[in-house]
């Protein structure tokens, strides 16, 4: 399994359109096997990197109704309104721990938190 983060400087990037990296773990008997930094250039789509790098699952902060779309499509499992550690955070998810707060990431307002 191959899950991803948006990240900065270690941190999950508190907007997942916005990112110059990924942060991609690779996860086999409920650990990490390799972790790996991938820089994504502006002309990278998303279905393109997801299909591209086998990616299963994304854990990430705010997310766009359009970027969601697209996971569901690819079948990628999503974990959003996530904050912090990349590593700390992927300790907490392979222990099963429930991750962000969805219900607070669901009514984010555009013109309020300027994310373009």
Not at 70 to 85: D, F, W
């Amino acid at each position: 399994m191959r899950i991803a983060m948006p990240t900065i400087n270690g941190r999950i990037h508190p907007v997942f359109h916005r990112t110059d990296e990924y942060t991609i773990y690779d996860i086999e008997v409920e650990s990490v096997q390799t972790k790996t930094i991938y820089p994504i250039g502006n002309q990278e789509t998303l279905g393109g990197f997801l299909t591209d790098e086998c990616i299963n699952g994304v854990i990430c902060g705010k997310i766009h109704s359009t970027d969601r779309n697209i996971l569901r499509l690819k079948r990628v499992e999503l974990n959003y309104g996530v904050s912090g550690e990349a590593d700390d955070i992927m300790v907490r998810y392979l222990s099963g721990e429930r991750l962000g707060d969805i219900e607070e990431n669901a009514f984010w307002h555009h013109d309020v938190e300027r994310l373009d």
